[in-house]
């Protein structure tokens, strides 16, 4: 117990600051007097008194985290904010489980976008601005940001920036000190964010509809203040200006700080993953429109390609935002689309899935393993740029891969066993783990989650969690060995 208080000090801290988190909703209810004010006043002081509770208690065990303490803190962090997160939605919605509450909370922070709820355009707008500031505050990810406070409250992150950070190359900084790091690429993250705003105003929408919207598109998130999702809006403006910023979203965010920093557009030209996310969304967006057109879906090829090329970047990184019910689409198009959102993101992004580099990586290995079996004595390396990657990152990623898919397999005999259609749990399932938002069958774009029975919502919320904390950062504290002395 002794060796877990220290975490359990860091995290009080946390919930401190999370607290004020709902003061910008608490605003927006105040200024537009839609009546959910007095919900979020509760939602303050039970997270700071919970935090200041905890603070007490654990006040005498400070420390240095280690590595062990940094993967606990940030499982123990994605976990808990979510029960702090259903407060509002508890108190205000009627009927609401809390079951369902910590669904749509875990999908809010993981920035997966899936929902139980319906009946959107007539909750307060206050509501509807807390759901995606989840995703906002989830998007680049909440220890980020806490990497970039602590140390002013005397703690270092170096551990937490480690277990969290979605990417092979853990050990790259972009500047010398972690909260810097962090500061600078929040900084990126908000300019982005805010810029994303005021297109969406300039395309149509009003400040609040362009306030949720833009936190959903720069967190990759997908939740919506409108039931039909953008299709409420049916705009050709506005679906390309979300096209732009998902695809800004879905490139690794130290490119772009980067680029900011040494104001030049060349981090950008030798960032291979680009490279490699435009090439397989042009050809399969092309793809699609040729396929619906085929199918007879679409008769003209203008339409056809307006919702190809909107719902394959939406799903595809990770987005989740429908114009349209894909789901009445010949299977092939979801299903590629679904297929994507596996690893179109890069590493880095607000994006789920195994992410760009990983599938690079992968696919270079696998042409290696090709020549050495043409060529058994010649030396070949796979390389990333010029760059030989060693072969400790290239087993790395298969054990990743491994579980990815396991995973998959394991959480969807789960589902199916417990009453779900085969196809409705898989597809649940990668859109869960791959925080997509949207899947097919009885999950599909034009309806909710609130179909999944208890245990099948908690499978979810588990599968969102899985995925948003890149599988071994969760599973590791999971396992026997991590508790032994």
Same mark, same amino acid.
């Given at each position: 117990?002794?060796?877990?208080?220290?975490?359990?000090?860091?995290?009080?801290?946390? &919930?401190?600051?999370?607290?004020?988190?709902?003061?910008?909703?608490?605003?927006?209810?105040?200024?537009?007097?839609?009546?959910?004010?007095?919900?979020?006043?509760?939602?303050?002081?039970?997270?700071?008194?919970?935090?200041?509770?905890?603070? &007490?208690?654990?006040?005498?065990?400070?420390?240095?985290?280690?590595? *062990?303490?940094?993967?606990?803190?940030?499982?123990?962090?994605?976990?808990?904010?979510?029960?702090?997160?259903?407060?509002?939605?508890?108190?205000?919605?009627?009927?609401?489980?809390?079951?369902?509450?910590?669904?749509?909370?875990?999908?809010?922070?993981?920035?997966? /976008?899936?929902?139980?709820?319906?009946?959107?355009?007539?909750?307060?707008?206050?509501?509807?601005?807390?759901?995606?500031?989840?995703?906002?505050? /989830?998007?680049?990810?909440?220890?980020?940001?806490?990497?970039?406070?602590?140390?002013?409250?005397?703690?270092?992150?170096?551990?937490?920036?480690?277990?969290?950070?979605?990417?092979?190359?853990?050990?790259?900084?972009?500047?010398?000190?972690?909260?810097?790091?962090?500061?600078?690429?929040?900084?990126?993250?908000?300019?982005?964010?805010?810029?994303?705003?005021?297109?969406?105003?300039?395309?149509?929408?009003?400040?609040?509809?362009?306030?949720?919207?833009?936190?959903?598109?720069?967190?990759?998130?997908?939740?919506?203040?409108?039931?039909?999702?953008?299709?409420?809006?049916?705009?050709?403006?506005?679906?390309?200006?979300?096209?732009?910023?998902?695809?800004?979203?879905?490139?690794?965010?130290?490119?772009?700080?980067?680029?900011?920093?040494? *104001?030049?557009?060349?981090?950008?030209?030798?960032?291979?993953?680009? *490279?490699?996310?435009?090439?397989?969304?042009?050809?399969?967006?092309?793809?699609?429109?040729?396929?619906?057109?085929?199918?007879?879906?679409?008769?003209?090829?203008?339409?056809?390609? *307006?919702?190809?090329?909107?719902? @394959?970047?939406?799903?595809? @990184?990770?987005?989740?935002?429908?114009?349209?019910?894909?789901?009445?689409?010949?299977?092939?198009?979801?299903?590629?689309?679904?297929?994507?959102?596996?690893?179109?993101?890069?590493?880095?992004?607000? /994006?789920?899935?195994?992410?760009?580099?990983?599938?690079?990586?992968?696919?270079?290995?696998?042409?290696?393993? &090709?020549?050495?079996?043409?060529?058994?004595?010649?030396?070949?390396?796979?390389?990333? /740029?010029?760059?030989?990657?060693?072969?400790?990152?290239?087993?790395?990623?298969?054990?990743?891969?491994?579980?990815?898919?396991?995973?998959?397999?394991? &959480?969807?005999?789960?589902?199916?066993?417990?009453?779900?259609?085969?196809?409705?749990?898989?597809?649940?399932?990668?859109?869960?783990?791959?925080?997509?938002?949207?899947?097919?069958?009885?999950?599909?774009?034009?309806?909710?989650?609130?179909?999944?029975?208890?245990?099948?919502?908690?499978?979810?919320?588990?599968?969102?969690?899985?995925?948003?904390?890149?599988?071994?950062?969760?599973?590791?504290?999971?396992?026997?060995?991590?508790?032994?002395?």
């Amino acid at each position: 117990m002794s060796q877990t208080l220290p975490v359990v000090h860091v995290l009080s801290k946390v &919930l401190l600051i999370y607290s004020a988190a709902f003061l910008l909703p608490l605003a927006i209810s105040l200024g537009l007097s839609d009546g959910a004010h007095i919900v979020f006043d509760k939602a303050i002081v039970i997270t700071f008194l919970s935090g200041l509770a905890l603070w &007490l208690f654990s006040r005498r065990y400070t420390r240095e985290l280690q590595t *062990r303490d940094g993967f606990l803190l940030v499982v123990l962090i994605w976990a808990i904010l979510p029960v702090y997160s259903t407060i509002p939605l508890l108190m205000h919605i009627p009927d609401l489980s809390f079951t369902d509450a910590y669904f749509e909370a875990v999908s809010g922070l993981t920035a997966t /976008g899936a929902t139980v709820l319906s009946g959107l355009d007539a909750l307060p707008p206050s509501i509807n601005v807390w759901r995606t500031q989840m995703h906002w505050i /989830g998007g680049m990810g909440v220890i980020v940001l806490v990497v970039a406070v602590l140390p002013l409250l005397g703690v270092g992150g170096r551990q937490l920036f480690r277990a969290e950070t979605p990417t092979p190359m853990k050990d790259n900084k972009l500047t010398p000190r972690m909260a810097e790091t962090a500061k600078g690429l929040w900084g990126v993250y908000v300019l982005f964010t805010a810029a994303c705003i005021v297109a969406l105003w300039a395309g149509g929408m009003n400040w609040l509809d362009a306030l949720v919207h833009a936190f959903s598109v720069m967190s990759l998130g997908g939740m919506s203040s409108h039931d039909a999702s953008l299709g409420h809006f049916d705009s050709v403006i506005l679906e390309i200006i979300v096209m732009v910023f998902a695809l800004i979203a879905a490139i690794n965010f130290s490119t772009h700080f980067m680029a900011f920093r040494t *104001r030049s557009l060349a981090a950008y030209r030798f960032d291979a993953e680009i *490279r490699w996310l435009l090439a397989v969304l042009a050809v399969s967006i092309l793809g699609l429109t040729g396929f619906l057109l085929y199918k007879g879906f679409y008769l003209d090829f203008l339409e056809a390609l *307006r919702y190809a090329a909107f719902n @394959t970047i939406s799903v595809a @990184t990770t987005l989740g935002f429908a114009t349209t019910d894909f789901n009445v689409w010949p299977y092939f198009a979801p299903l590629w689309m679904l297929f994507l959102s596996s690893f179109i993101a890069s590493s880095g992004s607000t /994006g789920g899935g195994i992410k760009m580099l990983r599938a690079m990586l992968l696919y270079k290995q696998v042409y290696r393993e &090709l020549i050495k079996l043409i060529h058994p004595s010649a030396e070949v390396h796979t390389k990333l /740029g010029h760059q030989a990657v060693p072969n400790k990152i290239i087993y790395a990623i298969l054990a990743f891969l491994f579980i990815y898919v396991a995973s998959i397999v394991v &959480l969807s005999f789960t589902l199916s066993a417990s009453g779900l259609d085969i196809f409705t749990s898989f597809t649940a399932v990668v859109a869960m783990v791959n925080n997509t938002g949207p899947g097919l069958g009885q999950v599909g774009p034009a309806s909710t989650y609130a179909v999944l029975s208890d245990f099948q919502t908690w499978v979810c919320s588990f599968a969102m969690l899985l995925g948003r904390l890149d599988f071994f950062t969760l599973l590791v504290v999971l396992t026997p060995v991590f508790w032994r002395k």
